[in-house]
């Protein structure tokens, strides 16, 4: 939990007050850092300021110690230093710079360089050759609308805001940009460098883990005399590196120069994943997002996405590598969508102490202990609490959890797992009781029992006499503050892990006051966990249960055995009164109209875990030795 909340950059918010632009920014900007340092992500302007967030700002101003509790359960606290780009900005523009400084470092050059017009002439040949190279004219200028749901009604949208970004032609009639560019779109239109038309694209996919979206655009005309960009490979440390965008809502193109400083798995801010990244020292600011960077042969290396704030550092950006954007575009093809990166469902521990490896039968300084395992994940089936992992595909892991990366590093284990793809197989090699064999396990996606987005753009909602349920997700958290949703809650949300795929934590969201429903007006952000003593899977199963229910009453168990109990025929009558009083279109959303169909089957019996049964987290080895792979 060590690093920090990365907001992606892109041009929707110029500063943390400003409207609520995106997911990310949301877990960014919803409450005071807990530290100075954080990873922010590049992003623009925003039209509109939002007072329901500025009031829900202050009153958790109010009540500090709560909410240092409630933080350091919150995902915030291990992402804290990484934000999107384009939700923070500590630019300052010439004119706040004191005049002296500028003339000061004028002066101070031109005394010490010998020659200085010589220089300046080299720099001004430079900058020509850069101007008027070609694989600048493939990077073009996104702008975007956005109408984000609102959690909190969800059966309406919020105010829609709009953002600038950058993007790259790949070839194919097809645009790469970053994910947070386009969420929640309406509307994504690209103009192309020298060009004063905008051209409408359409977004094909969008990658929320690793925070890449492929968009198209159909008109000839925009294409007309277009490159493509060539990928590289995978740069070194020291290799020179040139970010290219439209950041801080400029229409010219931007050109800043840096070196690879560091490759190794980073946190990814918008998708609360850990995968490969490349850390750079050129400027990545508002607008940048999208954008691509390339090494001297011109070839792109990756895409911009992130930087990291703090006050001791400057200048470290982040760049998305070609491997990931590769894995990306093949998903893509080999299934005509995104199907996201795979995941081992594992929690894992290092093997450094000696006598920890002898106890159990580990006969050198390799391998890590297998401590949980998801019940969702493929590995399930085949691995056990007391496993040691000490080869993945034939690749030895090291009793840190890393395994060789090229010629002279070692990189964390997950690398090697980001590199398969959903459905693959992989070969674990284990020692169990002191017997080294090798097992065999499906490669699936992860499964959230709170999500960190929402498929399909629109939360799920049942109204039932005016009580609205909802799933718990990181976008309702983050609309509602952590301290109205409560630490017991919270604490499921952190440390609790889905038992099969498709659970949800359902949460009684608010009470629409009517008749009916007197005495329950100020319940809000409860877990409803039986229905007429059935325990509740998922909100369509609760929707399921309302529906067939003949009893004379409809009794909803919470927390805490807290019961409220409805007559089920006035309940019935009340319900299109309520739905009128407070402009509600449909008691349902459209989701919850389908058949249900149980992801257990009904008479299975689902083992009760309680709560912090297992911390559930992507961070990397932290005091504990503990990751999840």
Not at 90 to 104: G, R, V
Not at 114 to 122: A, C, E, P, R, Y
Not at 189 to 194: A, E, I, N, T, W
Not at 402 to 424: C, H, M, N
Request: with cysteine.
């Amino acid at each position: 939990m060590a690093i920090a909340v990365a907001s992606c950059w892109i041009n929707a918010f110029a500063s943390a007050g400003a409207s609520r632009s995106s997911l990310s920014s949301q877990r960014l900007f919803s409450s005071p850092p807990i530290s100075a340092t954080r990873l922010v992500i590049p992003k623009a302007t925003s039209k509109r300021q939002n007072p329901k967030r500025n009031q829900k700002e202050s009153a958790r101003k109010s009540s500090p110690e709560k909410e240092a509790n409630i933080q350091k359960l919150s995902r915030r606290s291990r992402d804290e230093k990484y934000s999107n780009a384009d939700d923070y900005s500590d630019t300052k523009s010439a004119e706040q710079q004191p005049q002296s400084t500028a003339f000061k470092s004028f002066g101070t050059q031109r005394k010490n360089a010998k020659g200085f017009m010589g220089n300046l002439k080299d720099q001004q040949g430079e900058t020509t050759k850069i101007q008027d190279a070609s694989f600048l004219n493939a990077v073009v200028k996104v702008y975007c609308t956005h109408t984000a749901p609102d959690y909190s009604l969800p059966w309406q949208k919020q105010r829609q805001y709009t953002s600038t970004g950058s993007a790259f032609m790949i070839g194919d009639g097809k645009l790469l940009t970053n994910a947070h560019c386009v969420e929640h779109n309406t509307q994504v239109k690209v103009k192309r460098r020298g060009d004063d038309t905008k051209y409408v694209a359409k977004v094909l996919a969008k990658g929320m883990e690793c925070d890449i979206a492929l968009l198209s655009v159909e008109n000839e005309k925009f294409w007309k005399g277009a490159e493509p960009l060539q990928f590289g490979h995978l740069p070194r440390l020291q290799d020179p590196v040139t970010v290219v965008g439209y950041p801080l809502g400029g229409d010219t193109i931007s050109v800043t120069k840096g070196v690879v400083s560091r490759i190794e798995v980073t946190s990814y801010a918008h998708g609360s994943a850990e995968l490969l990244g490349i850390q750079i020292d050129a400027a990545i600011n508002p607008g940048n997002s999208g954008g691509p960077a390339f090494n001297d042969q011109g070839e792109c290396i990756g895409v911009a996405f992130q930087v990291y704030r703090s006050d001791d550092t400057e200048n470290i950006g982040y760049v998305i590598p070609t491997t990931v954007v590769s894995h990306f575009l093949d998903d893509y093809e080999r299934n005509e969508k995104y199907t996201g990166f795979p995941s081992l469902g594992i929690l894992l521990q290092k093997l450094e102490n000696p006598a920890l490896r002898a106890c159990l039968k580990v006969p050198s300084n390799e391998g890590v202990l297998v401590r949980r395992v998801e019940p969702t994940s493929g590995a399930s089936n085949v691995l056990k609490e007391g496993d040691v992992i000490v080869s993945f595909d034939g690749v030895e892991v090291g009793s840190e959890g890393t395994v060789p990366f090229r010629s002279t590093e070692r990189i964390a284990f997950r690398y090697l797992i980001s590199q398969k793809f959903t459905g693959d197989i992989a070969e674990v090699g284990i020692i169990r009781s002191g017997a080294f064999m090798k097992v065999h396990t499906a490669m699936n996606p992860r499964v959230h029992l709170v999500p960190y987005h929402i498929e399909g753009g629109q939360p799920s909602y049942l109204i039932v006499a005016g009580l609205v349920f909802t799933p718990l997700s990181e976008p309702l958290i983050d609309e509602e503050c952590e301290d109205s949703i409560g630490l017991k809650l919270l604490t499921k949300a952190r440390y609790s892990m889905a038992r099969f795929k498709g659970e949800q934590i359902v949460i009684l969201s608010q009470v629409l006051a009517n008749e009916v429903n007197i005495g329950y007006e100020d319940m809000s952000n409860e877990q409803v966990l039986k229905f007429n003593g059935t325990r509740i899977k998922n909100i369509h199963h609760l929707a399921h249960l309302v529906d067939s229910c003949t009893d004379k009453y409809l009794v909803f168990e919470f927390e805490d055995n807290y019961l409220a109990v409805l007559d089920r025929e006035a309940s019935s009558a009340a319900s299109p009164c309520i739905l009128k009083d407070y402009g509600i279109p449909s008691e349902r959303s459209s989701d919850l109209l389908e058949p249900y169909v149980d992801p257990v089957g009904e008479n299975q019996v689902i083992e009760h875990h309680d709560l912090g049964d297992s911390p559930v987290t992507n961070s990397d080895f932290g005091s504990d030795g503990l990751q999840w792979a």
